[in-house]
């Protein structure tokens, strides 16, 4: 089980350094597929009843998958668009998270009052 894992690793790895493999490509579709599912779904971690803020969630999912496709299916893996890409991607993926963190903690304060 333990050789699997670090094979499983070594392959991610691998798609930093010589493109990527089938496995993260896959990954990546399947990520990008369960975003637009989670678009089109009217549950959200913010409804999107709430005036702008309801809307940030799914952009924020829709452009962290984007960027995550064009990183894996870049045609150049080791160009600076892809490293920048990457590196927005986890910029703006912990930004999203934290925010969706402040967002949950007033709603629990009962500071933010949705009305649905």
Known sequence: MM??????????????????SPLCKGVAIAFAVLVLIYD????????????GTGWVDDAAATLLAGLNLYQHFASDSKSKTVKIARY????????????????????????????G
Not at 3 to 20: H, P, S, T, V
Not at 40 to 51: E, W, Y
Not at 88 to 115: D, T
């Open 3 to 20: 050789e699997e894992n670090r094979d499983l690793k070594f392959k991610c790895e691998e798609c930093q350094a010589d493109g990527c």
């Open 40 to 51: 089109i779904f009217p549950v959200d971690l913010i409804p999107d009843s709430v005036p």
């Open 88 to 115: 927005v991607k986890w910029i703006f993926g912990g930004l999203a998270v934290f925010s969706a963190l402040i967002i949950v903690f007033l709603f629990f304060m009962g500071i933010v009052l949705f009305e």
